[in-house]
């Protein structure tokens, strides 16, 4: 598929091809992002875990430390939030 982009004019816009160097640094782009994808989405993983466990799990660790809640509730919960947010 050709590339083509607007070239704004006095007599209106008009749509022309891009250049062999546009071409190139559009596909340059196009592969780096490709080629990113696999460390955004594990950089998404994580922002998702540390907020799950700043909301959900940090306050049990405290709370199973005083022995408000039985043991291994804090384990279990970050358990679940790795299985919620698998890498």
Same mark, same amino acid.
């Given at each position: 598929?050709?590339?083509?982009?607007?070239?704004?004019?006095?007599?209106?816009?008009?749509?022309?091809? #891009?250049? @062999?160097?546009?071409?190139? =640094?559009?596909? !340059? $782009? &196009?592969? #780096?992002? @490709?080629?990113?994808?696999? =460390?955004?989405? !594990? $950089? &998404?993983?994580?922002?998702n875990r540390r907020a799950a466990y700043q909301a959900e799990s940090d306050p049990l660790f405290f709370e199973e430390?005083?022995?408000?809640?039985?043991?291994?509730?804090?384990?279990?919960?970050?358990?679940?939030?790795?299985?919620?947010?698998?890498?």
């Amino acid at each position: 598929m050709a590339r083509t982009k607007e070239i704004a004019g006095p007599n209106g816009s008009q749509t022309v091809a #891009l250049s @062999a160097e546009e071409n190139a =640094a559009c596909d !340059a $782009e &196009e592969k #780096l992002w @490709a080629d990113s994808a696999p =460390a955004r989405a !594990a $950089e &998404e993983v994580q922002i998702n875990r540390r907020a799950a466990y700043q909301a959900e799990s940090d306050p049990l660790f405290f709370e199973e430390q005083t022995g408000e809640v039985a043991a291994g509730t804090w384990a279990a919960k970050r358990s679940e939030i790795k299985e919620r947010f698998p890498k």
